[in-house]
């Protein structure tokens, strides 16, 4: 058992929820680990000044005021035919106008690059060059898997020939 999963399960510890068998693996954790058997004494000084606390009962009139707090709103009233919100006002609104903005702007840039012939050579020579790109990326990726295959390679001679000396002695 870890420290985490041992933390987890303080609480119920403190309260003799846990089965018998995760009890003593709890129990085996502590007994080697100080700093958790520590944290466990921490927690059993606080439930006990948990316990010590007294008990406060509000006070009637907070229980009657907080009773009443649904009835003090107002029910929503439906809205007649001439205090309808038209939907396009709605678009409109300020809270959507960077998006409409920003909208109008894709749909020029789409436009531009579609319709007209400086927008297209412009699409050719970018997808030209995120073809190089993707390009140097495979090439990077693969010399960085190489580079790893031979530090691994170094690795596994290093360890073989200490073991041949019999300096280090695996698992």
């Not at 921490?42 to 006070?59: C, G, M, Q």
């Not at 319709?115 to 390009?135: C, N, Q």
Request: proline content about 8%; some cysteine.
């Amino acid at each position: 058992m870890n420290c985490q999963k041992t933390q987890l399960l303080f609480s119920a510890y403190l309260e003799g929820e846990l089965q018998p068998v995760t009890r003593k693996e709890f129990e085996a954790h502590l007994a080697l680990c100080q700093d958790c058997a520590r944290l466990l004494e921490a927690a059993r000084s606080l439930s006990a000044e948990w316990s010590r606390l007294p008990e406060i009962e509000p006070p009637p009139e907070l229980i009657q005021k907080l009773y009443l707090i649904p009835e003090r709103i107002p029910p929503a009233r439906e809205a007649g035919p001439k205090e309808k919100f038209p939907f396009w006002k709605f678009w409109l609104s300020p809270v959507f106008q960077p998006a409409l903005v920003s909208l109008t702007v894709i749909l020029v840039v789409i436009s531009f690059l579609t319709f007209t012939t400086p927008g297209r050579s412009l699409k050719k020579s970018a997808a030209l060059e995120l073809r190089r790109s993707y390009s140097l990326a495979q090439k990077t990726l693969v010399k960085a898997g190489l580079l790893t295959d031979k530090l691994q390679g170094y690795r596994e001679n290093f360890i073989a020939s200490l073991e041949a000396k019999n300096i280090y002695k695996s698992d």
